[in-house]
């Protein structure tokens, strides 16, 4: 399955973005999937996931409370909302699906990655 994250660009302090990420193709009912971020020099961390049918979610500390990841498995898409973006939320954006129940932030349990989508936040 190939995957595509869009919605970043250019805001200021304080707005809100939404970036979706779209599967190829259905995917099956034991998938998770992530989001992380890489920010210049420094290391791909983790931002949110979600299990399959939505009824578990996982955020950072960094991003909890201003951030909500959601999915709707119908358009084969999973969102995340970010709310008082600040600065520091600069990077680019990945999606990723892992297999399994239970989301994760371990970045190597996610087999499957697409092309990020650049969040700039002016400050």
């Not at 990420?21 to 009912?29: D, G, I, L, N, W």
């Not at 954006?93 to 002016?122: I, K, N």
């Amino acid at each position: 399955v190939q995957l595509q994250a869009s919605g970043g660009g250019l805001v200021q302090a304080g707005d809100s973005l939404r970036l979706s990420c779209s599967a190829s193709r259905r995917t099956s009912s034991n998938n998770t999937v992530g989001w992380f971020r890489q920010a210049p020099g420094k290391e791909r961390e983790f931002v949110a996931a979600i299990s399959w049918n939505g009824g578990i979610t996982l955020y950072s500390d960094s991003v909890k409370g201003r951030c909500t990841i959601s999915r709707d498995n119908a358009k084969n898409t999973v969102y995340l909302v970010m709310n008082s973006l600040k600065p520091e939320d600069t990077a680019v954006y990945h999606c990723a699906a892992a297999r399994g129940s239970v989301p994760s932030s371990s970045r190597s349990l996610y087999g499957y990655w697409g092309q990020g989508t650049l969040v700039t936040v002016s400050s």
